[in-house]
């Protein structure tokens, strides 16, 4: 191996493993080892291929056409549904709400109805193109409230959205009475199905509960759906689906303004690999359909059982019954989340705190793939020595005057040297900023009291503090990758 190759992967050995099914969270894991090489030697083949010019990289859209139809067939999509493969979850959020506006020019100050259990992906597609979300209550199992969502909805509306399932809790909003409610005001639905839409068609054929969600239901205008989730690819797939092509027409984008190619992009990105489609494509290709049902049922058999272990752990409650792979659960007033996120981290399992938020309680998410299913009782004897640890130490308390400092902080009035002072208080230390110096910022070993903190914060401060210690972590360092710079003049030639 390369000198190169072996640094790379010496560097790779400090992240969490995508593999193994120990991270429930950010990586999906099929456990086929076959799937997983094939993806990344397609990766690999088309890693220099780009997917701006179908005509001189036909092969892409063969794939992309492939892929979309797959997708289309997969959600009782009618032989109208067209789609476009983007990069992610994100970016088929973004271009659903672009769309959405870009179809209707005659509205002023337009506005999408959102649940509040929407993925934070619409508040940066309300961000980008200036699109009011008007947020929309949920009820007690953390699903939309339909008649709720219909009396949000006025002449300024081009958009609804559900969630099947929503990341948070996992739970599919009832999209029949949503959609037909958007449908009678001549209005858009979409469904974010970007983390269930590769699941809950295989839940429903293997004669599980789903809630109607697809294209089946008369009103839903788009889904989209990622590949590099449940469909188990190499990251950097997902597929947005649209009804019809006069659906799809507003998300296209040219320009002939200009002396060069005339730009014709689909999606955000104009050039973009073609590494992350044939990667899908040979991975959807080699599980194939077969392959998505016995995964499905693998990964459902160990909801199932971790449900009931987490039922067995005296201090901890599932939030709600899970409709798909998504588990969160909360922890009585013994202990900590956060001090069980640290405890798992420690013994090797990567599981994801979530925040408290509007007067509800912060929680844990897994996210569980087929991988995991084979190390579920493993799992649940680590969860359970983590919650023996975080209830031998309490729950973690914070001293009445930071408190009373954090919740009185107004993040617009900070400046640089507020947030420095700050992000060093709370352990995310770092060095003077702004200086573009050697103020590197460390990875805190412990997260505990790190989030228990953010969780006392209003969700702006969490916003502005999180963007400052990002801020930081981002700064070139100080020492020349070999062969690439010239030494800097205050540092000293190597040697
Ligand atoms: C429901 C839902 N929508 C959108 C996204 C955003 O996807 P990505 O992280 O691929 O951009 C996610 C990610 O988990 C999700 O669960």
Same mark, same amino acid.
């Given at each position: 191996?390369?000198? $190169?190759?072996?640094?790379? #992967?010496?560097?790779?050995?400090?992240?969490?493993?995508?593999?193994?099914?120990?991270?429930?969270?950010? /990586?999906? !894991?099929?456990?086929?080892?076959?799937?997983?090489?094939?993806?990344?030697?397609?990766?690999?083949?088309?890693?220099?291929?780009?997917?701006?010019?179908?005509?001189?990289?036909?092969?892409?859209?063969?794939?992309?056409?492939?892929?979309?139809?797959?997708?289309?067939?997969?959600?009782?999509?009618?032989?109208?549904?067209?789609? &476009?493969?983007?990069?992610?979850?994100?970016?088929?959020?973004?271009?659903?709400?672009?769309?959405?506006?870009?179809?209707?020019?005659?509205?002023?100050?337009?506005?999408?109805?959102?649940?509040?259990?929407?993925?934070?992906? =619409?508040?940066?597609?309300?961000?980008?193109?200036?699109?009011?979300?008007?947020?929309?209550?949920?009820?007690?199992?953390?699903?939309?409230?339909?008649?709720?969502?219909?009396?949000?909805?006025?002449?300024?509306?081009?958009?609804?959205?559900?969630?099947?399932?929503?990341?948070?809790? +996992?739970?599919?909003?009832? /999209?029949?009475?949503?959609?037909?409610?958007?449908?009678?005001? +001549?209005?858009?639905?979409? $469904?974010?199905?970007?983390?269930?839409?590769?699941?809950?068609?295989?839940?429903?054929?293997?004669?599980?509960?789903?809630?109607?969600?697809?294209?089946?239901?008369?009103?839903?205008?788009?889904?989209?759906?990622?590949?590099?989730?449940?469909?188990?690819?190499?990251?950097?797939?997902?597929?947005?689906?649209?009804? &019809?092509?006069?659906?799809?027409?507003?998300?296209? =984008?040219?320009?002939?303004?200009?002396?060069?190619?005339?730009?014709?992009?689909?999606?955000?990105?104009?050039?973009?690999?073609?590494?992350? #489609?044939?990667?899908?494509?040979?991975?959807?290709?080699?599980?194939?359909?077969?392959?998505?049902?016995?995964? &499905?049922?693998?990964?459902? !058999?160990?909801?199932?059982?971790?449900?009931?272990?987490?039922?067995?752990?005296?201090?901890?409650?599932?939030?709600?019954?899970?409709?798909?792979?998504?588990?969160?659960?909360?922890?009585?007033?013994?202990?900590?989340?956060?001090?069980?996120?640290?405890?798992? &981290?420690?013994?090797?399992?990567?599981?994801?705190?979530?925040?408290?938020?509007?007067?509800?309680?912060?929680?844990?998410?897994?996210?569980?793939?087929?991988?995991?299913?084979?190390?579920?009782?493993?799992?649940?004897?680590?969860?359970?020595?983590?919650?023996?640890?975080?209830?031998?130490?309490?729950?973690?308390?914070?001293?009445? +005057?930071?408190?009373? =400092?954090?919740?009185?902080?107004?993040?617009?009035?900070?400046?640089?040297?507020?947030?420095?002072?700050?992000?060093?208080?709370?352990?995310?230390?770092?060095?003077?900023?702004?200086?573009?110096?050697?103020?590197?910022?460390?990875?805190?070993?412990?997260?505990?009291?790190?989030?228990?903190?953010?969780?006392?914060?209003?969700?702006?401060?969490?916003?502005?503090?999180?963007?400052?210690?990002?801020?930081?972590?981002?700064?070139?360092?100080?020492?020349?990758?070999?062969?690439?710079?010239?030494?800097?003049?205050?540092?000293?030639?190597?040697?």
């Amino acid at each position: 191996m390369s000198d $190169v190759l072996a640094r790379l #992967l010496a560097m790779q050995s400090g992240d969490v493993p995508v593999t193994g099914g120990r991270t429930l969270a950010y /990586v999906y !894991d099929s456990g086929l080892e076959e799937a997983d090489r094939v993806g990344r030697e397609a990766v690999a083949a088309y890693a220099g291929s780009n997917g701006l010019d179908p005509t001189a990289f036909p092969s892409l859209l063969t794939m992309e056409n492939e892929l979309v139809g797959v997708a289309a067939r997969l959600l009782d999509g009618p032989s109208s549904t067209v789609g &476009t493969v983007t990069s992610g979850g994100t970016e088929s959020v973004l271009l659903a709400v672009q769309t959405a506006r870009d179809a209707r020019p005659d509205i002023d100050r337009p506005r999408m109805v959102l649940p509040v259990t929407a993925h934070a992906a =619409f508040h940066k597609a309300a961000h980008y193109f200036g699109v009011e979300a008007v947020m929309v209550d949920v009820d007690e199992e953390f699903r939309a409230r339909p008649g709720a969502m219909a009396a949000a909805i006025d002449q300024r509306t081009v958009l609804v959205v559900a969630s099947a399932p929503s990341y948070a809790h +996992g739970v599919v909003d009832p /999209v029949t009475q949503i959609a037909a409610a958007a449908a009678a005001r +001549g209005v858009r639905c979409h $469904v974010d199905a970007c983390i269930g839409g590769w699941v809950l068609p295989y839940a429903a054929r293997l004669g599980r509960p789903v809630r109607p969600w697809t294209f089946a239901v008369e009103g839903v205008t788009s889904i989209s759906v990622d590949l590099h989730k449940y469909a188990y690819t190499p990251k950097g797939t997902s597929i947005l689906l649209h009804r &019809t092509p006069q659906l799809r027409r507003a998300q296209f =984008f040219a320009s002939a303004k200009w002396p060069g190619y005339t730009m014709l992009n689909t999606t955000l990105q104009s050039t973009k690999s073609g590494g992350p #489609l044939a990667g899908a494509w040979a991975v959807v290709n080699t599980i194939g359909d077969e392959g998505y049902l016995a995964l &499905t049922e693998k990964v459902l !058999d160990g909801v199932d059982r971790l449900v009931e272990g987490i039922a067995g752990i005296e201090a901890l409650r599932v939030v709600v019954p899970p409709e798909s792979t998504l588990v969160a659960f909360g922890a009585d007033a013994t202990c900590d989340v956060f001090t069980i996120t640290d405890a798992m &981290t420690r013994a090797g399992w990567y599981v994801q705190p979530q925040l408290s938020f509007e007067g509800h309680e912060p929680t844990i998410h897994l996210s569980l793939s087929a991988a995991t299913a084979d190390l579920v009782e493993e799992f649940v004897a680590a969860l359970t020595r983590a919650v023996d640890a975080a209830v031998a130490v309490g729950p973690i308390s914070i001293d009445a +005057g930071i408190v009373a =400092f954090v919740q009185a902080l107004d993040p617009a009035a900070l400046s640089d040297e507020d947030f420095d002072g700050l992000l060093a208080a709370v352990g995310m230390t770092g060095g003077p900023s702004g200086d573009g110096g050697d103020g590197g910022v460390g990875l805190p070993d412990s997260m505990a009291e790190i989030n228990a903190l953010l969780d006392l914060a209003s969700p702006p401060l969490r916003e502005a503090l999180l963007s400052a210690f990002l801020d930081r972590l981002l700064r070139p360092t100080a020492t020349p990758a070999q062969n690439l710079a010239p030494p800097t003049q205050d540092q000293p030639p190597a040697g």
